[in-house]
């Protein structure tokens, strides 16, 4: 996917700027949307899936925790976040401190995994998932409306410069197709996906400024039939 420098470069500017400053800053339309609908999906499928006195781990959880009948393990690279949590570990999604088949339910959104190498991260995944356990994923897609016309559009792995949050930040961005063929290789199932920033990021393509754009999150669920071509986030619920 990448050279062993280039992800370095990558996580190491990811360590250096959560280090920093707050995952989800405030007076962010477009984060503050996309932290919503990440958030009220994760919560339905926890409801939906979660089983009483079950454990789940929360992967790249900054300060983000979830209400559940059961054990939280809260794991991030960055220890201030997550200290003073009952139950943490510090560590990294490509290479899990827990083991094989540990856990029933994991959570990996905040476009965690394209901070990250995705061979490596969903077979980390895949090996501390229980079977029959589930997993509820967030990433950023290289099949964005905001590359249409442009030559990394729907390409396997890109490399993306964004200034966010006053930071420069570099992630992965992925084919949807791509991971969803890495799910197939590790023994997981999609059982439901939603996709969003779809027309928002038409709008952003088409030169709209992205605190307007980022208010047409709102029609995502009016575009599902039509989103795989345009949107920038997707969001889904595997099953081991």
Known sequence: MSNSSEQNLVENRAYKNYNQSDPWPKCDIWHDATHEVIDKYVKSSIKKYFQKGSICLNIGSGKTKYDIDGKLIQMDIIDTYIKDEPNYIIGSLEN??????????????????????????????????????????????????????????????????????????????????????????????????????????????????????????????????????????VIMTLKK
């Not at 966010?164 to 999609?190: P, R, T, V």
């Open 96 to 233: 899990i401190p827990l083991e094989n088949e540990s856990m029933d339910f994991v959570v990996c959104v905040g476009s965690v995994i394209n901070y990250c190498d995705a061979i490596r991260s969903v077979g980390e995944i895949s090996r501390v998932l229980k079977p029959n356990g589930r997993v509820v994923l967030e990433f950023e897609r290289s099949n964005s409306a905001e590359f249409l016309l442009k030559k990394d559009y729907g390409s396997t792995v890109f490399l993306k410069k964004y200034e966010y949050n006053h930071q420069e930040h570099l992630l992965w961005m992925y084919n949807e197709n791509y991971l969803k063929e890495l799910f197939i290789y590790n023994g997981l199932k999609m059982e439901s996906i939603y996709r969003f920033h779809i027309i928002s990021s038409l709008m952003y393509r088409l030169g709209m400024k992205e605190t307007k754009a980022a208010k047409y999150y709102k029609l995502d669920n009016f575009f599902q039939n039509v989103s795989y071509p345009f949107s920038h986030n």
